[in-house]
């Protein structure tokens, strides 16, 4: 599985953002998940969407504020932030893997695969 994302740019703060991962395996077959990492800080998990059920999960920190959601046809999964806050600044991930259960898919390491960062940028 090849991950390419994009999407990220400088926003300022209450603003709104559209991640894309495009996925080069349909996007139905596995779980994709969205991660970032500050400077100086841990990668960190956001939201993941669990491919054979479409179920979503999110951190508390983006819980009613981002959306992740697929388009199988495309292959993409998008990550829609809304009312962003500076907080929000970091580089973002998308990661895919296979077989993730409730209590593996907001752990990093159970993703196998790794798109590069997109820089997210929110300004006061």
């Known amino acids: 599985v090849q991950l390419q994302a994009s999407g990220g740019g400088l926003v300022q703060a209450g603003g709104s953002l559209r991640l894309s991962c495009a996925a080069s395996?349909?996007?139905?077959?596995?779980?994709v998940g969205w991660f970032r990492q500050a400077p100086g800080k841990e990668r960190v998990f956001v939201a993941a969407?669990?491919?054979?059920?479409?179920?979503?999960y999110y951190s508390e920190y983006v819980k009613g504020r981002f959306t992740i959601t697929s388009d199988n046809a495309k292959n993409t999964v998008y990550l829609q932030m809304n009312n962003l806050k500076p907080e929000d600044t970091a580089v973002y991930y998308c990661?895919?893997?296979?077989?993730?259960?409730?209590?593996?898919?907001?752990?990093?390491?159970?993703?196998?695969?790794w798109g590069q960062g997109t820089q997210v940028t929110v300004s006061s």
């Open positions: 990661a895919a893997g296979f077989n993730l259960i409730l209590s593996t898919i907001r752990d990093s390491a159970s993703y196998g695969y």
């Open positions: 395996g349909r996007t139905r077959s596995f779980s």
């Open positions: 969407r669990r491919g054979p059920t479409g179920s979503t």
